[in-house]
């Protein structure tokens, strides 16, 4: 049986994959693991970059964030893209209740404080 590729798999998952491979009971799925890649995550460039461009996307041509604001919610996404964005949608709705013209720093720090509590 081990002559032949009888099936290809591709294994996709959150870091805990790697640890969960390490265990010994998964030691011959982890020897038949042929390439593994693990997402880092993207640069703060890249990620402010995201940001514009998804905004962008939405029919935003106008600045409505600071640049510190910018670096803020960067930076709390530690390069994960979806904590980018769940802080974005968090901060847009702080900045419409406060009827707010721009997101600033305030917002943010008050967006990852509504973070936290969920």
């Known amino acids: 049986m081990d002559s032949k590729d009888y099936a290809v798999f591709l294994l996709a998952g959150q870091p805990l994959l790697n ?3 390490t265990k010994k009971v998964h030691e011959a799925l982890k020897q ?3 390439m593994n890649y693990n997402f880092g995550g993207i640069t703060k460039e890249e990620g402010k970059k995201y940001i514009l461009e998804k905004l962008k996307e939405c029919g935003v ?3 409505i964030i600071t640049d510190g604001a910018l670096e803020a919610i960067v930076s709390s996404g530690n390069g994960a893209i ?3 964005n769940s802080m ?3 901060c847009l709705f702080v900045e419409s ?3 707010a013209k721009m997101i600033d720093t305030d917002i943010v720090m008050n967006a990852q404080n509504e973070i936290e509590l969920i």
Do not use: F, P
């Open 61 to 63: 041509y106008n600045q």
């Open 82 to 84: 979806r904590k980018i």
């Open 88 to 90: 974005m949608d968090k």
């Open 97 to 99: 209740l406060s009827n």
């Open 32 to 34: 038949r693991v042929v």
């Open 19 to 21: 640890n969960i491979l």
